[in-house]
C-alpha cells in the first residue's frame, strides 16, 4: 500500500512536470505577443533596486500561471476521469474533502486575486504604476484566512498546536488568529522573495519537498500527491525562470504558492517547522520589517535595500550567487526541519 502510494505521488509529480513543461512555450509566447510585462520602480522611490534590475526592463510576469494551471487542471482532470469511469482513475484522483479542498481553493484564490494585480500592473491602472493598493490585497487575503480559520476551529474542531519534543497543546480560540496570521503571512512572504530569478521558485521548491514528505509521513497521501504535483510544476518553471528568466512568476504565482504553502503547513500540524521549511522566506520579510522600523525610529537604514536579496546584490555580490547561497540556506533548513519532525515522531 505505502509503496503504490510513493508510486503515486512521484508518477504524478512527474506527469505535473512534463505538463507544465509543455504549457510554457504556448504560455510564454502569449506573454510576449500581449506584452506582459511590469514596469520597474522608478529611480526616486527605489533607486537601489531600479540600478540593479533596470536591464529586467521588458522581460514578462504573471509566468506563475504555468504552475497553478497544471495543478489545478490535473486535479480536475483526474476528478472527472473518476466521475466518468472510475477503476483506475479513482487511484490517481487527488481531490479529497478533508485534504485537499482547502488547498485547492486557496491555490485558485491566490492565483486570480494575483493575475487581476498583475493585469493591472501591466495595464498600469492603480497606484505606484498600477495594481491593486496593498490594502485591497490584505482585506482578500484576512478574509479567506478568517473564514478557512473558523472553518478549521468550529467545523473540523482543530485547536491543538502541534510542539516538537512536548507534543500537541490545545490553544482554543488562538488557533483563529494563528491561523491567519500564518496564512497571510505565508503569502506576501512568498511575494516578497519573488525578486531575482530563480530566487522564489526555489526557496518554495524546497519547501513543497518537505511538506510532501510530511504529508506522506502522516497518511495523508491525496495531500502529498497534491503537493508532489505543484513540485513538478514548479520544476518546469524553474528550467524557464533560472538566470536569465524568460518570465517572472508575478503575483498570481507567489501569492498562489505562498498562502497554498501556509494551508498545507496548517493541514500538516507542521506550524512551527514552517519557519525551517521556509527559512528564507521568513528572512525576507524580517528584512523588510527591520528597515522599516529603523527607519522609522531612528531615521536611518540598516540593509542597502530590502528585502534582503538586494542588500547583497548592492554589495556586490552577482544575482546568481545570491539565488544558489539562499537555495543551499533553504535546503539546509528543511533538511533540519525534517530532521526535528522525524525525531519527534519516532522518539
Partial sequence: MIILQAIRVIGLSITGFL????????????LYRFHAAKQIRTTESAPVFSSLHAKKAGTPTM?????????????????????????????????????????IAAMLIAALLGLADDILGVLKIGPYG?????????????????????WFYYRLGWDVLAVPFLGNIQIGWLYIPLFTFIIVASAFSANETDGLDGLAGGVLLFA???????????????LAVFSGVTIGALLAFLWF???????????????????TMGVIAMLTNTTLLLPLFASILVLESLSVIVQVISKKLRGKKIFISTPIH????????????????????????????????FLNRYL
Avoid at 525562470?241 to 498562502?259: E, H, K, Q, V
Wanted: glycine fraction near 10%; hydrophobic fraction near 60%.
Fill in 19 to 30: 505538463i507544465a513543461f509543455l504549457l510554457t512555450p504556448l504560455i510564454s509566447k502569449l
Fill in 63 to 103: 509566468g506563475g500561471v504555468i504552475i497553478w494551471v497544471t495543478v489545478i487542471g490535473l486535479a480536475f482532470f483526474f476528478l472527472l476521469m473518476d466521475w466518468l469511469f472510475g477503476g483506475s482513475w479513482s487511484f490517481l484522483n487527488f481531490i479529497d474533502r478533508g485534504q485537499t479542498y482547502l488547498p
Fill in 130 to 150: 498600477g495594481g491593486l493598493k496593498m490594502s485591497q490585497k490584505i482585506a482578500v487575503y484576512l478574509l479567506f484566512a478568517v473564514v478557512a480559520a473558523l
Fill in 208 to 222: 513543497f519537498c518537505a511538506l510532501t514528505v510530511v504529508a506522506f509521513a502522516i497518511g495523508r497521501y491525496d
Fill in 241 to 259: 525562470n533560472i538566470y536569465p528568466a524568460r518570465f517572472f512568476m508575478g503575483d498570481t504565482g507567489s501569492m498562489s504558492l505562498g498562502i
Fill in 310 to 341: 538586494h542588500h547583497f546584490e548592492a554589495l556586490g555580490w552577482p544575482e546568481t550567487k545570491v539565488t544558489m547561497r539562499f537555495w543551499i540556506i533553504s535546503v539546509v533548513t528543511s533538511a533540519l526541519g525534517l530532521v526535528l519532525f
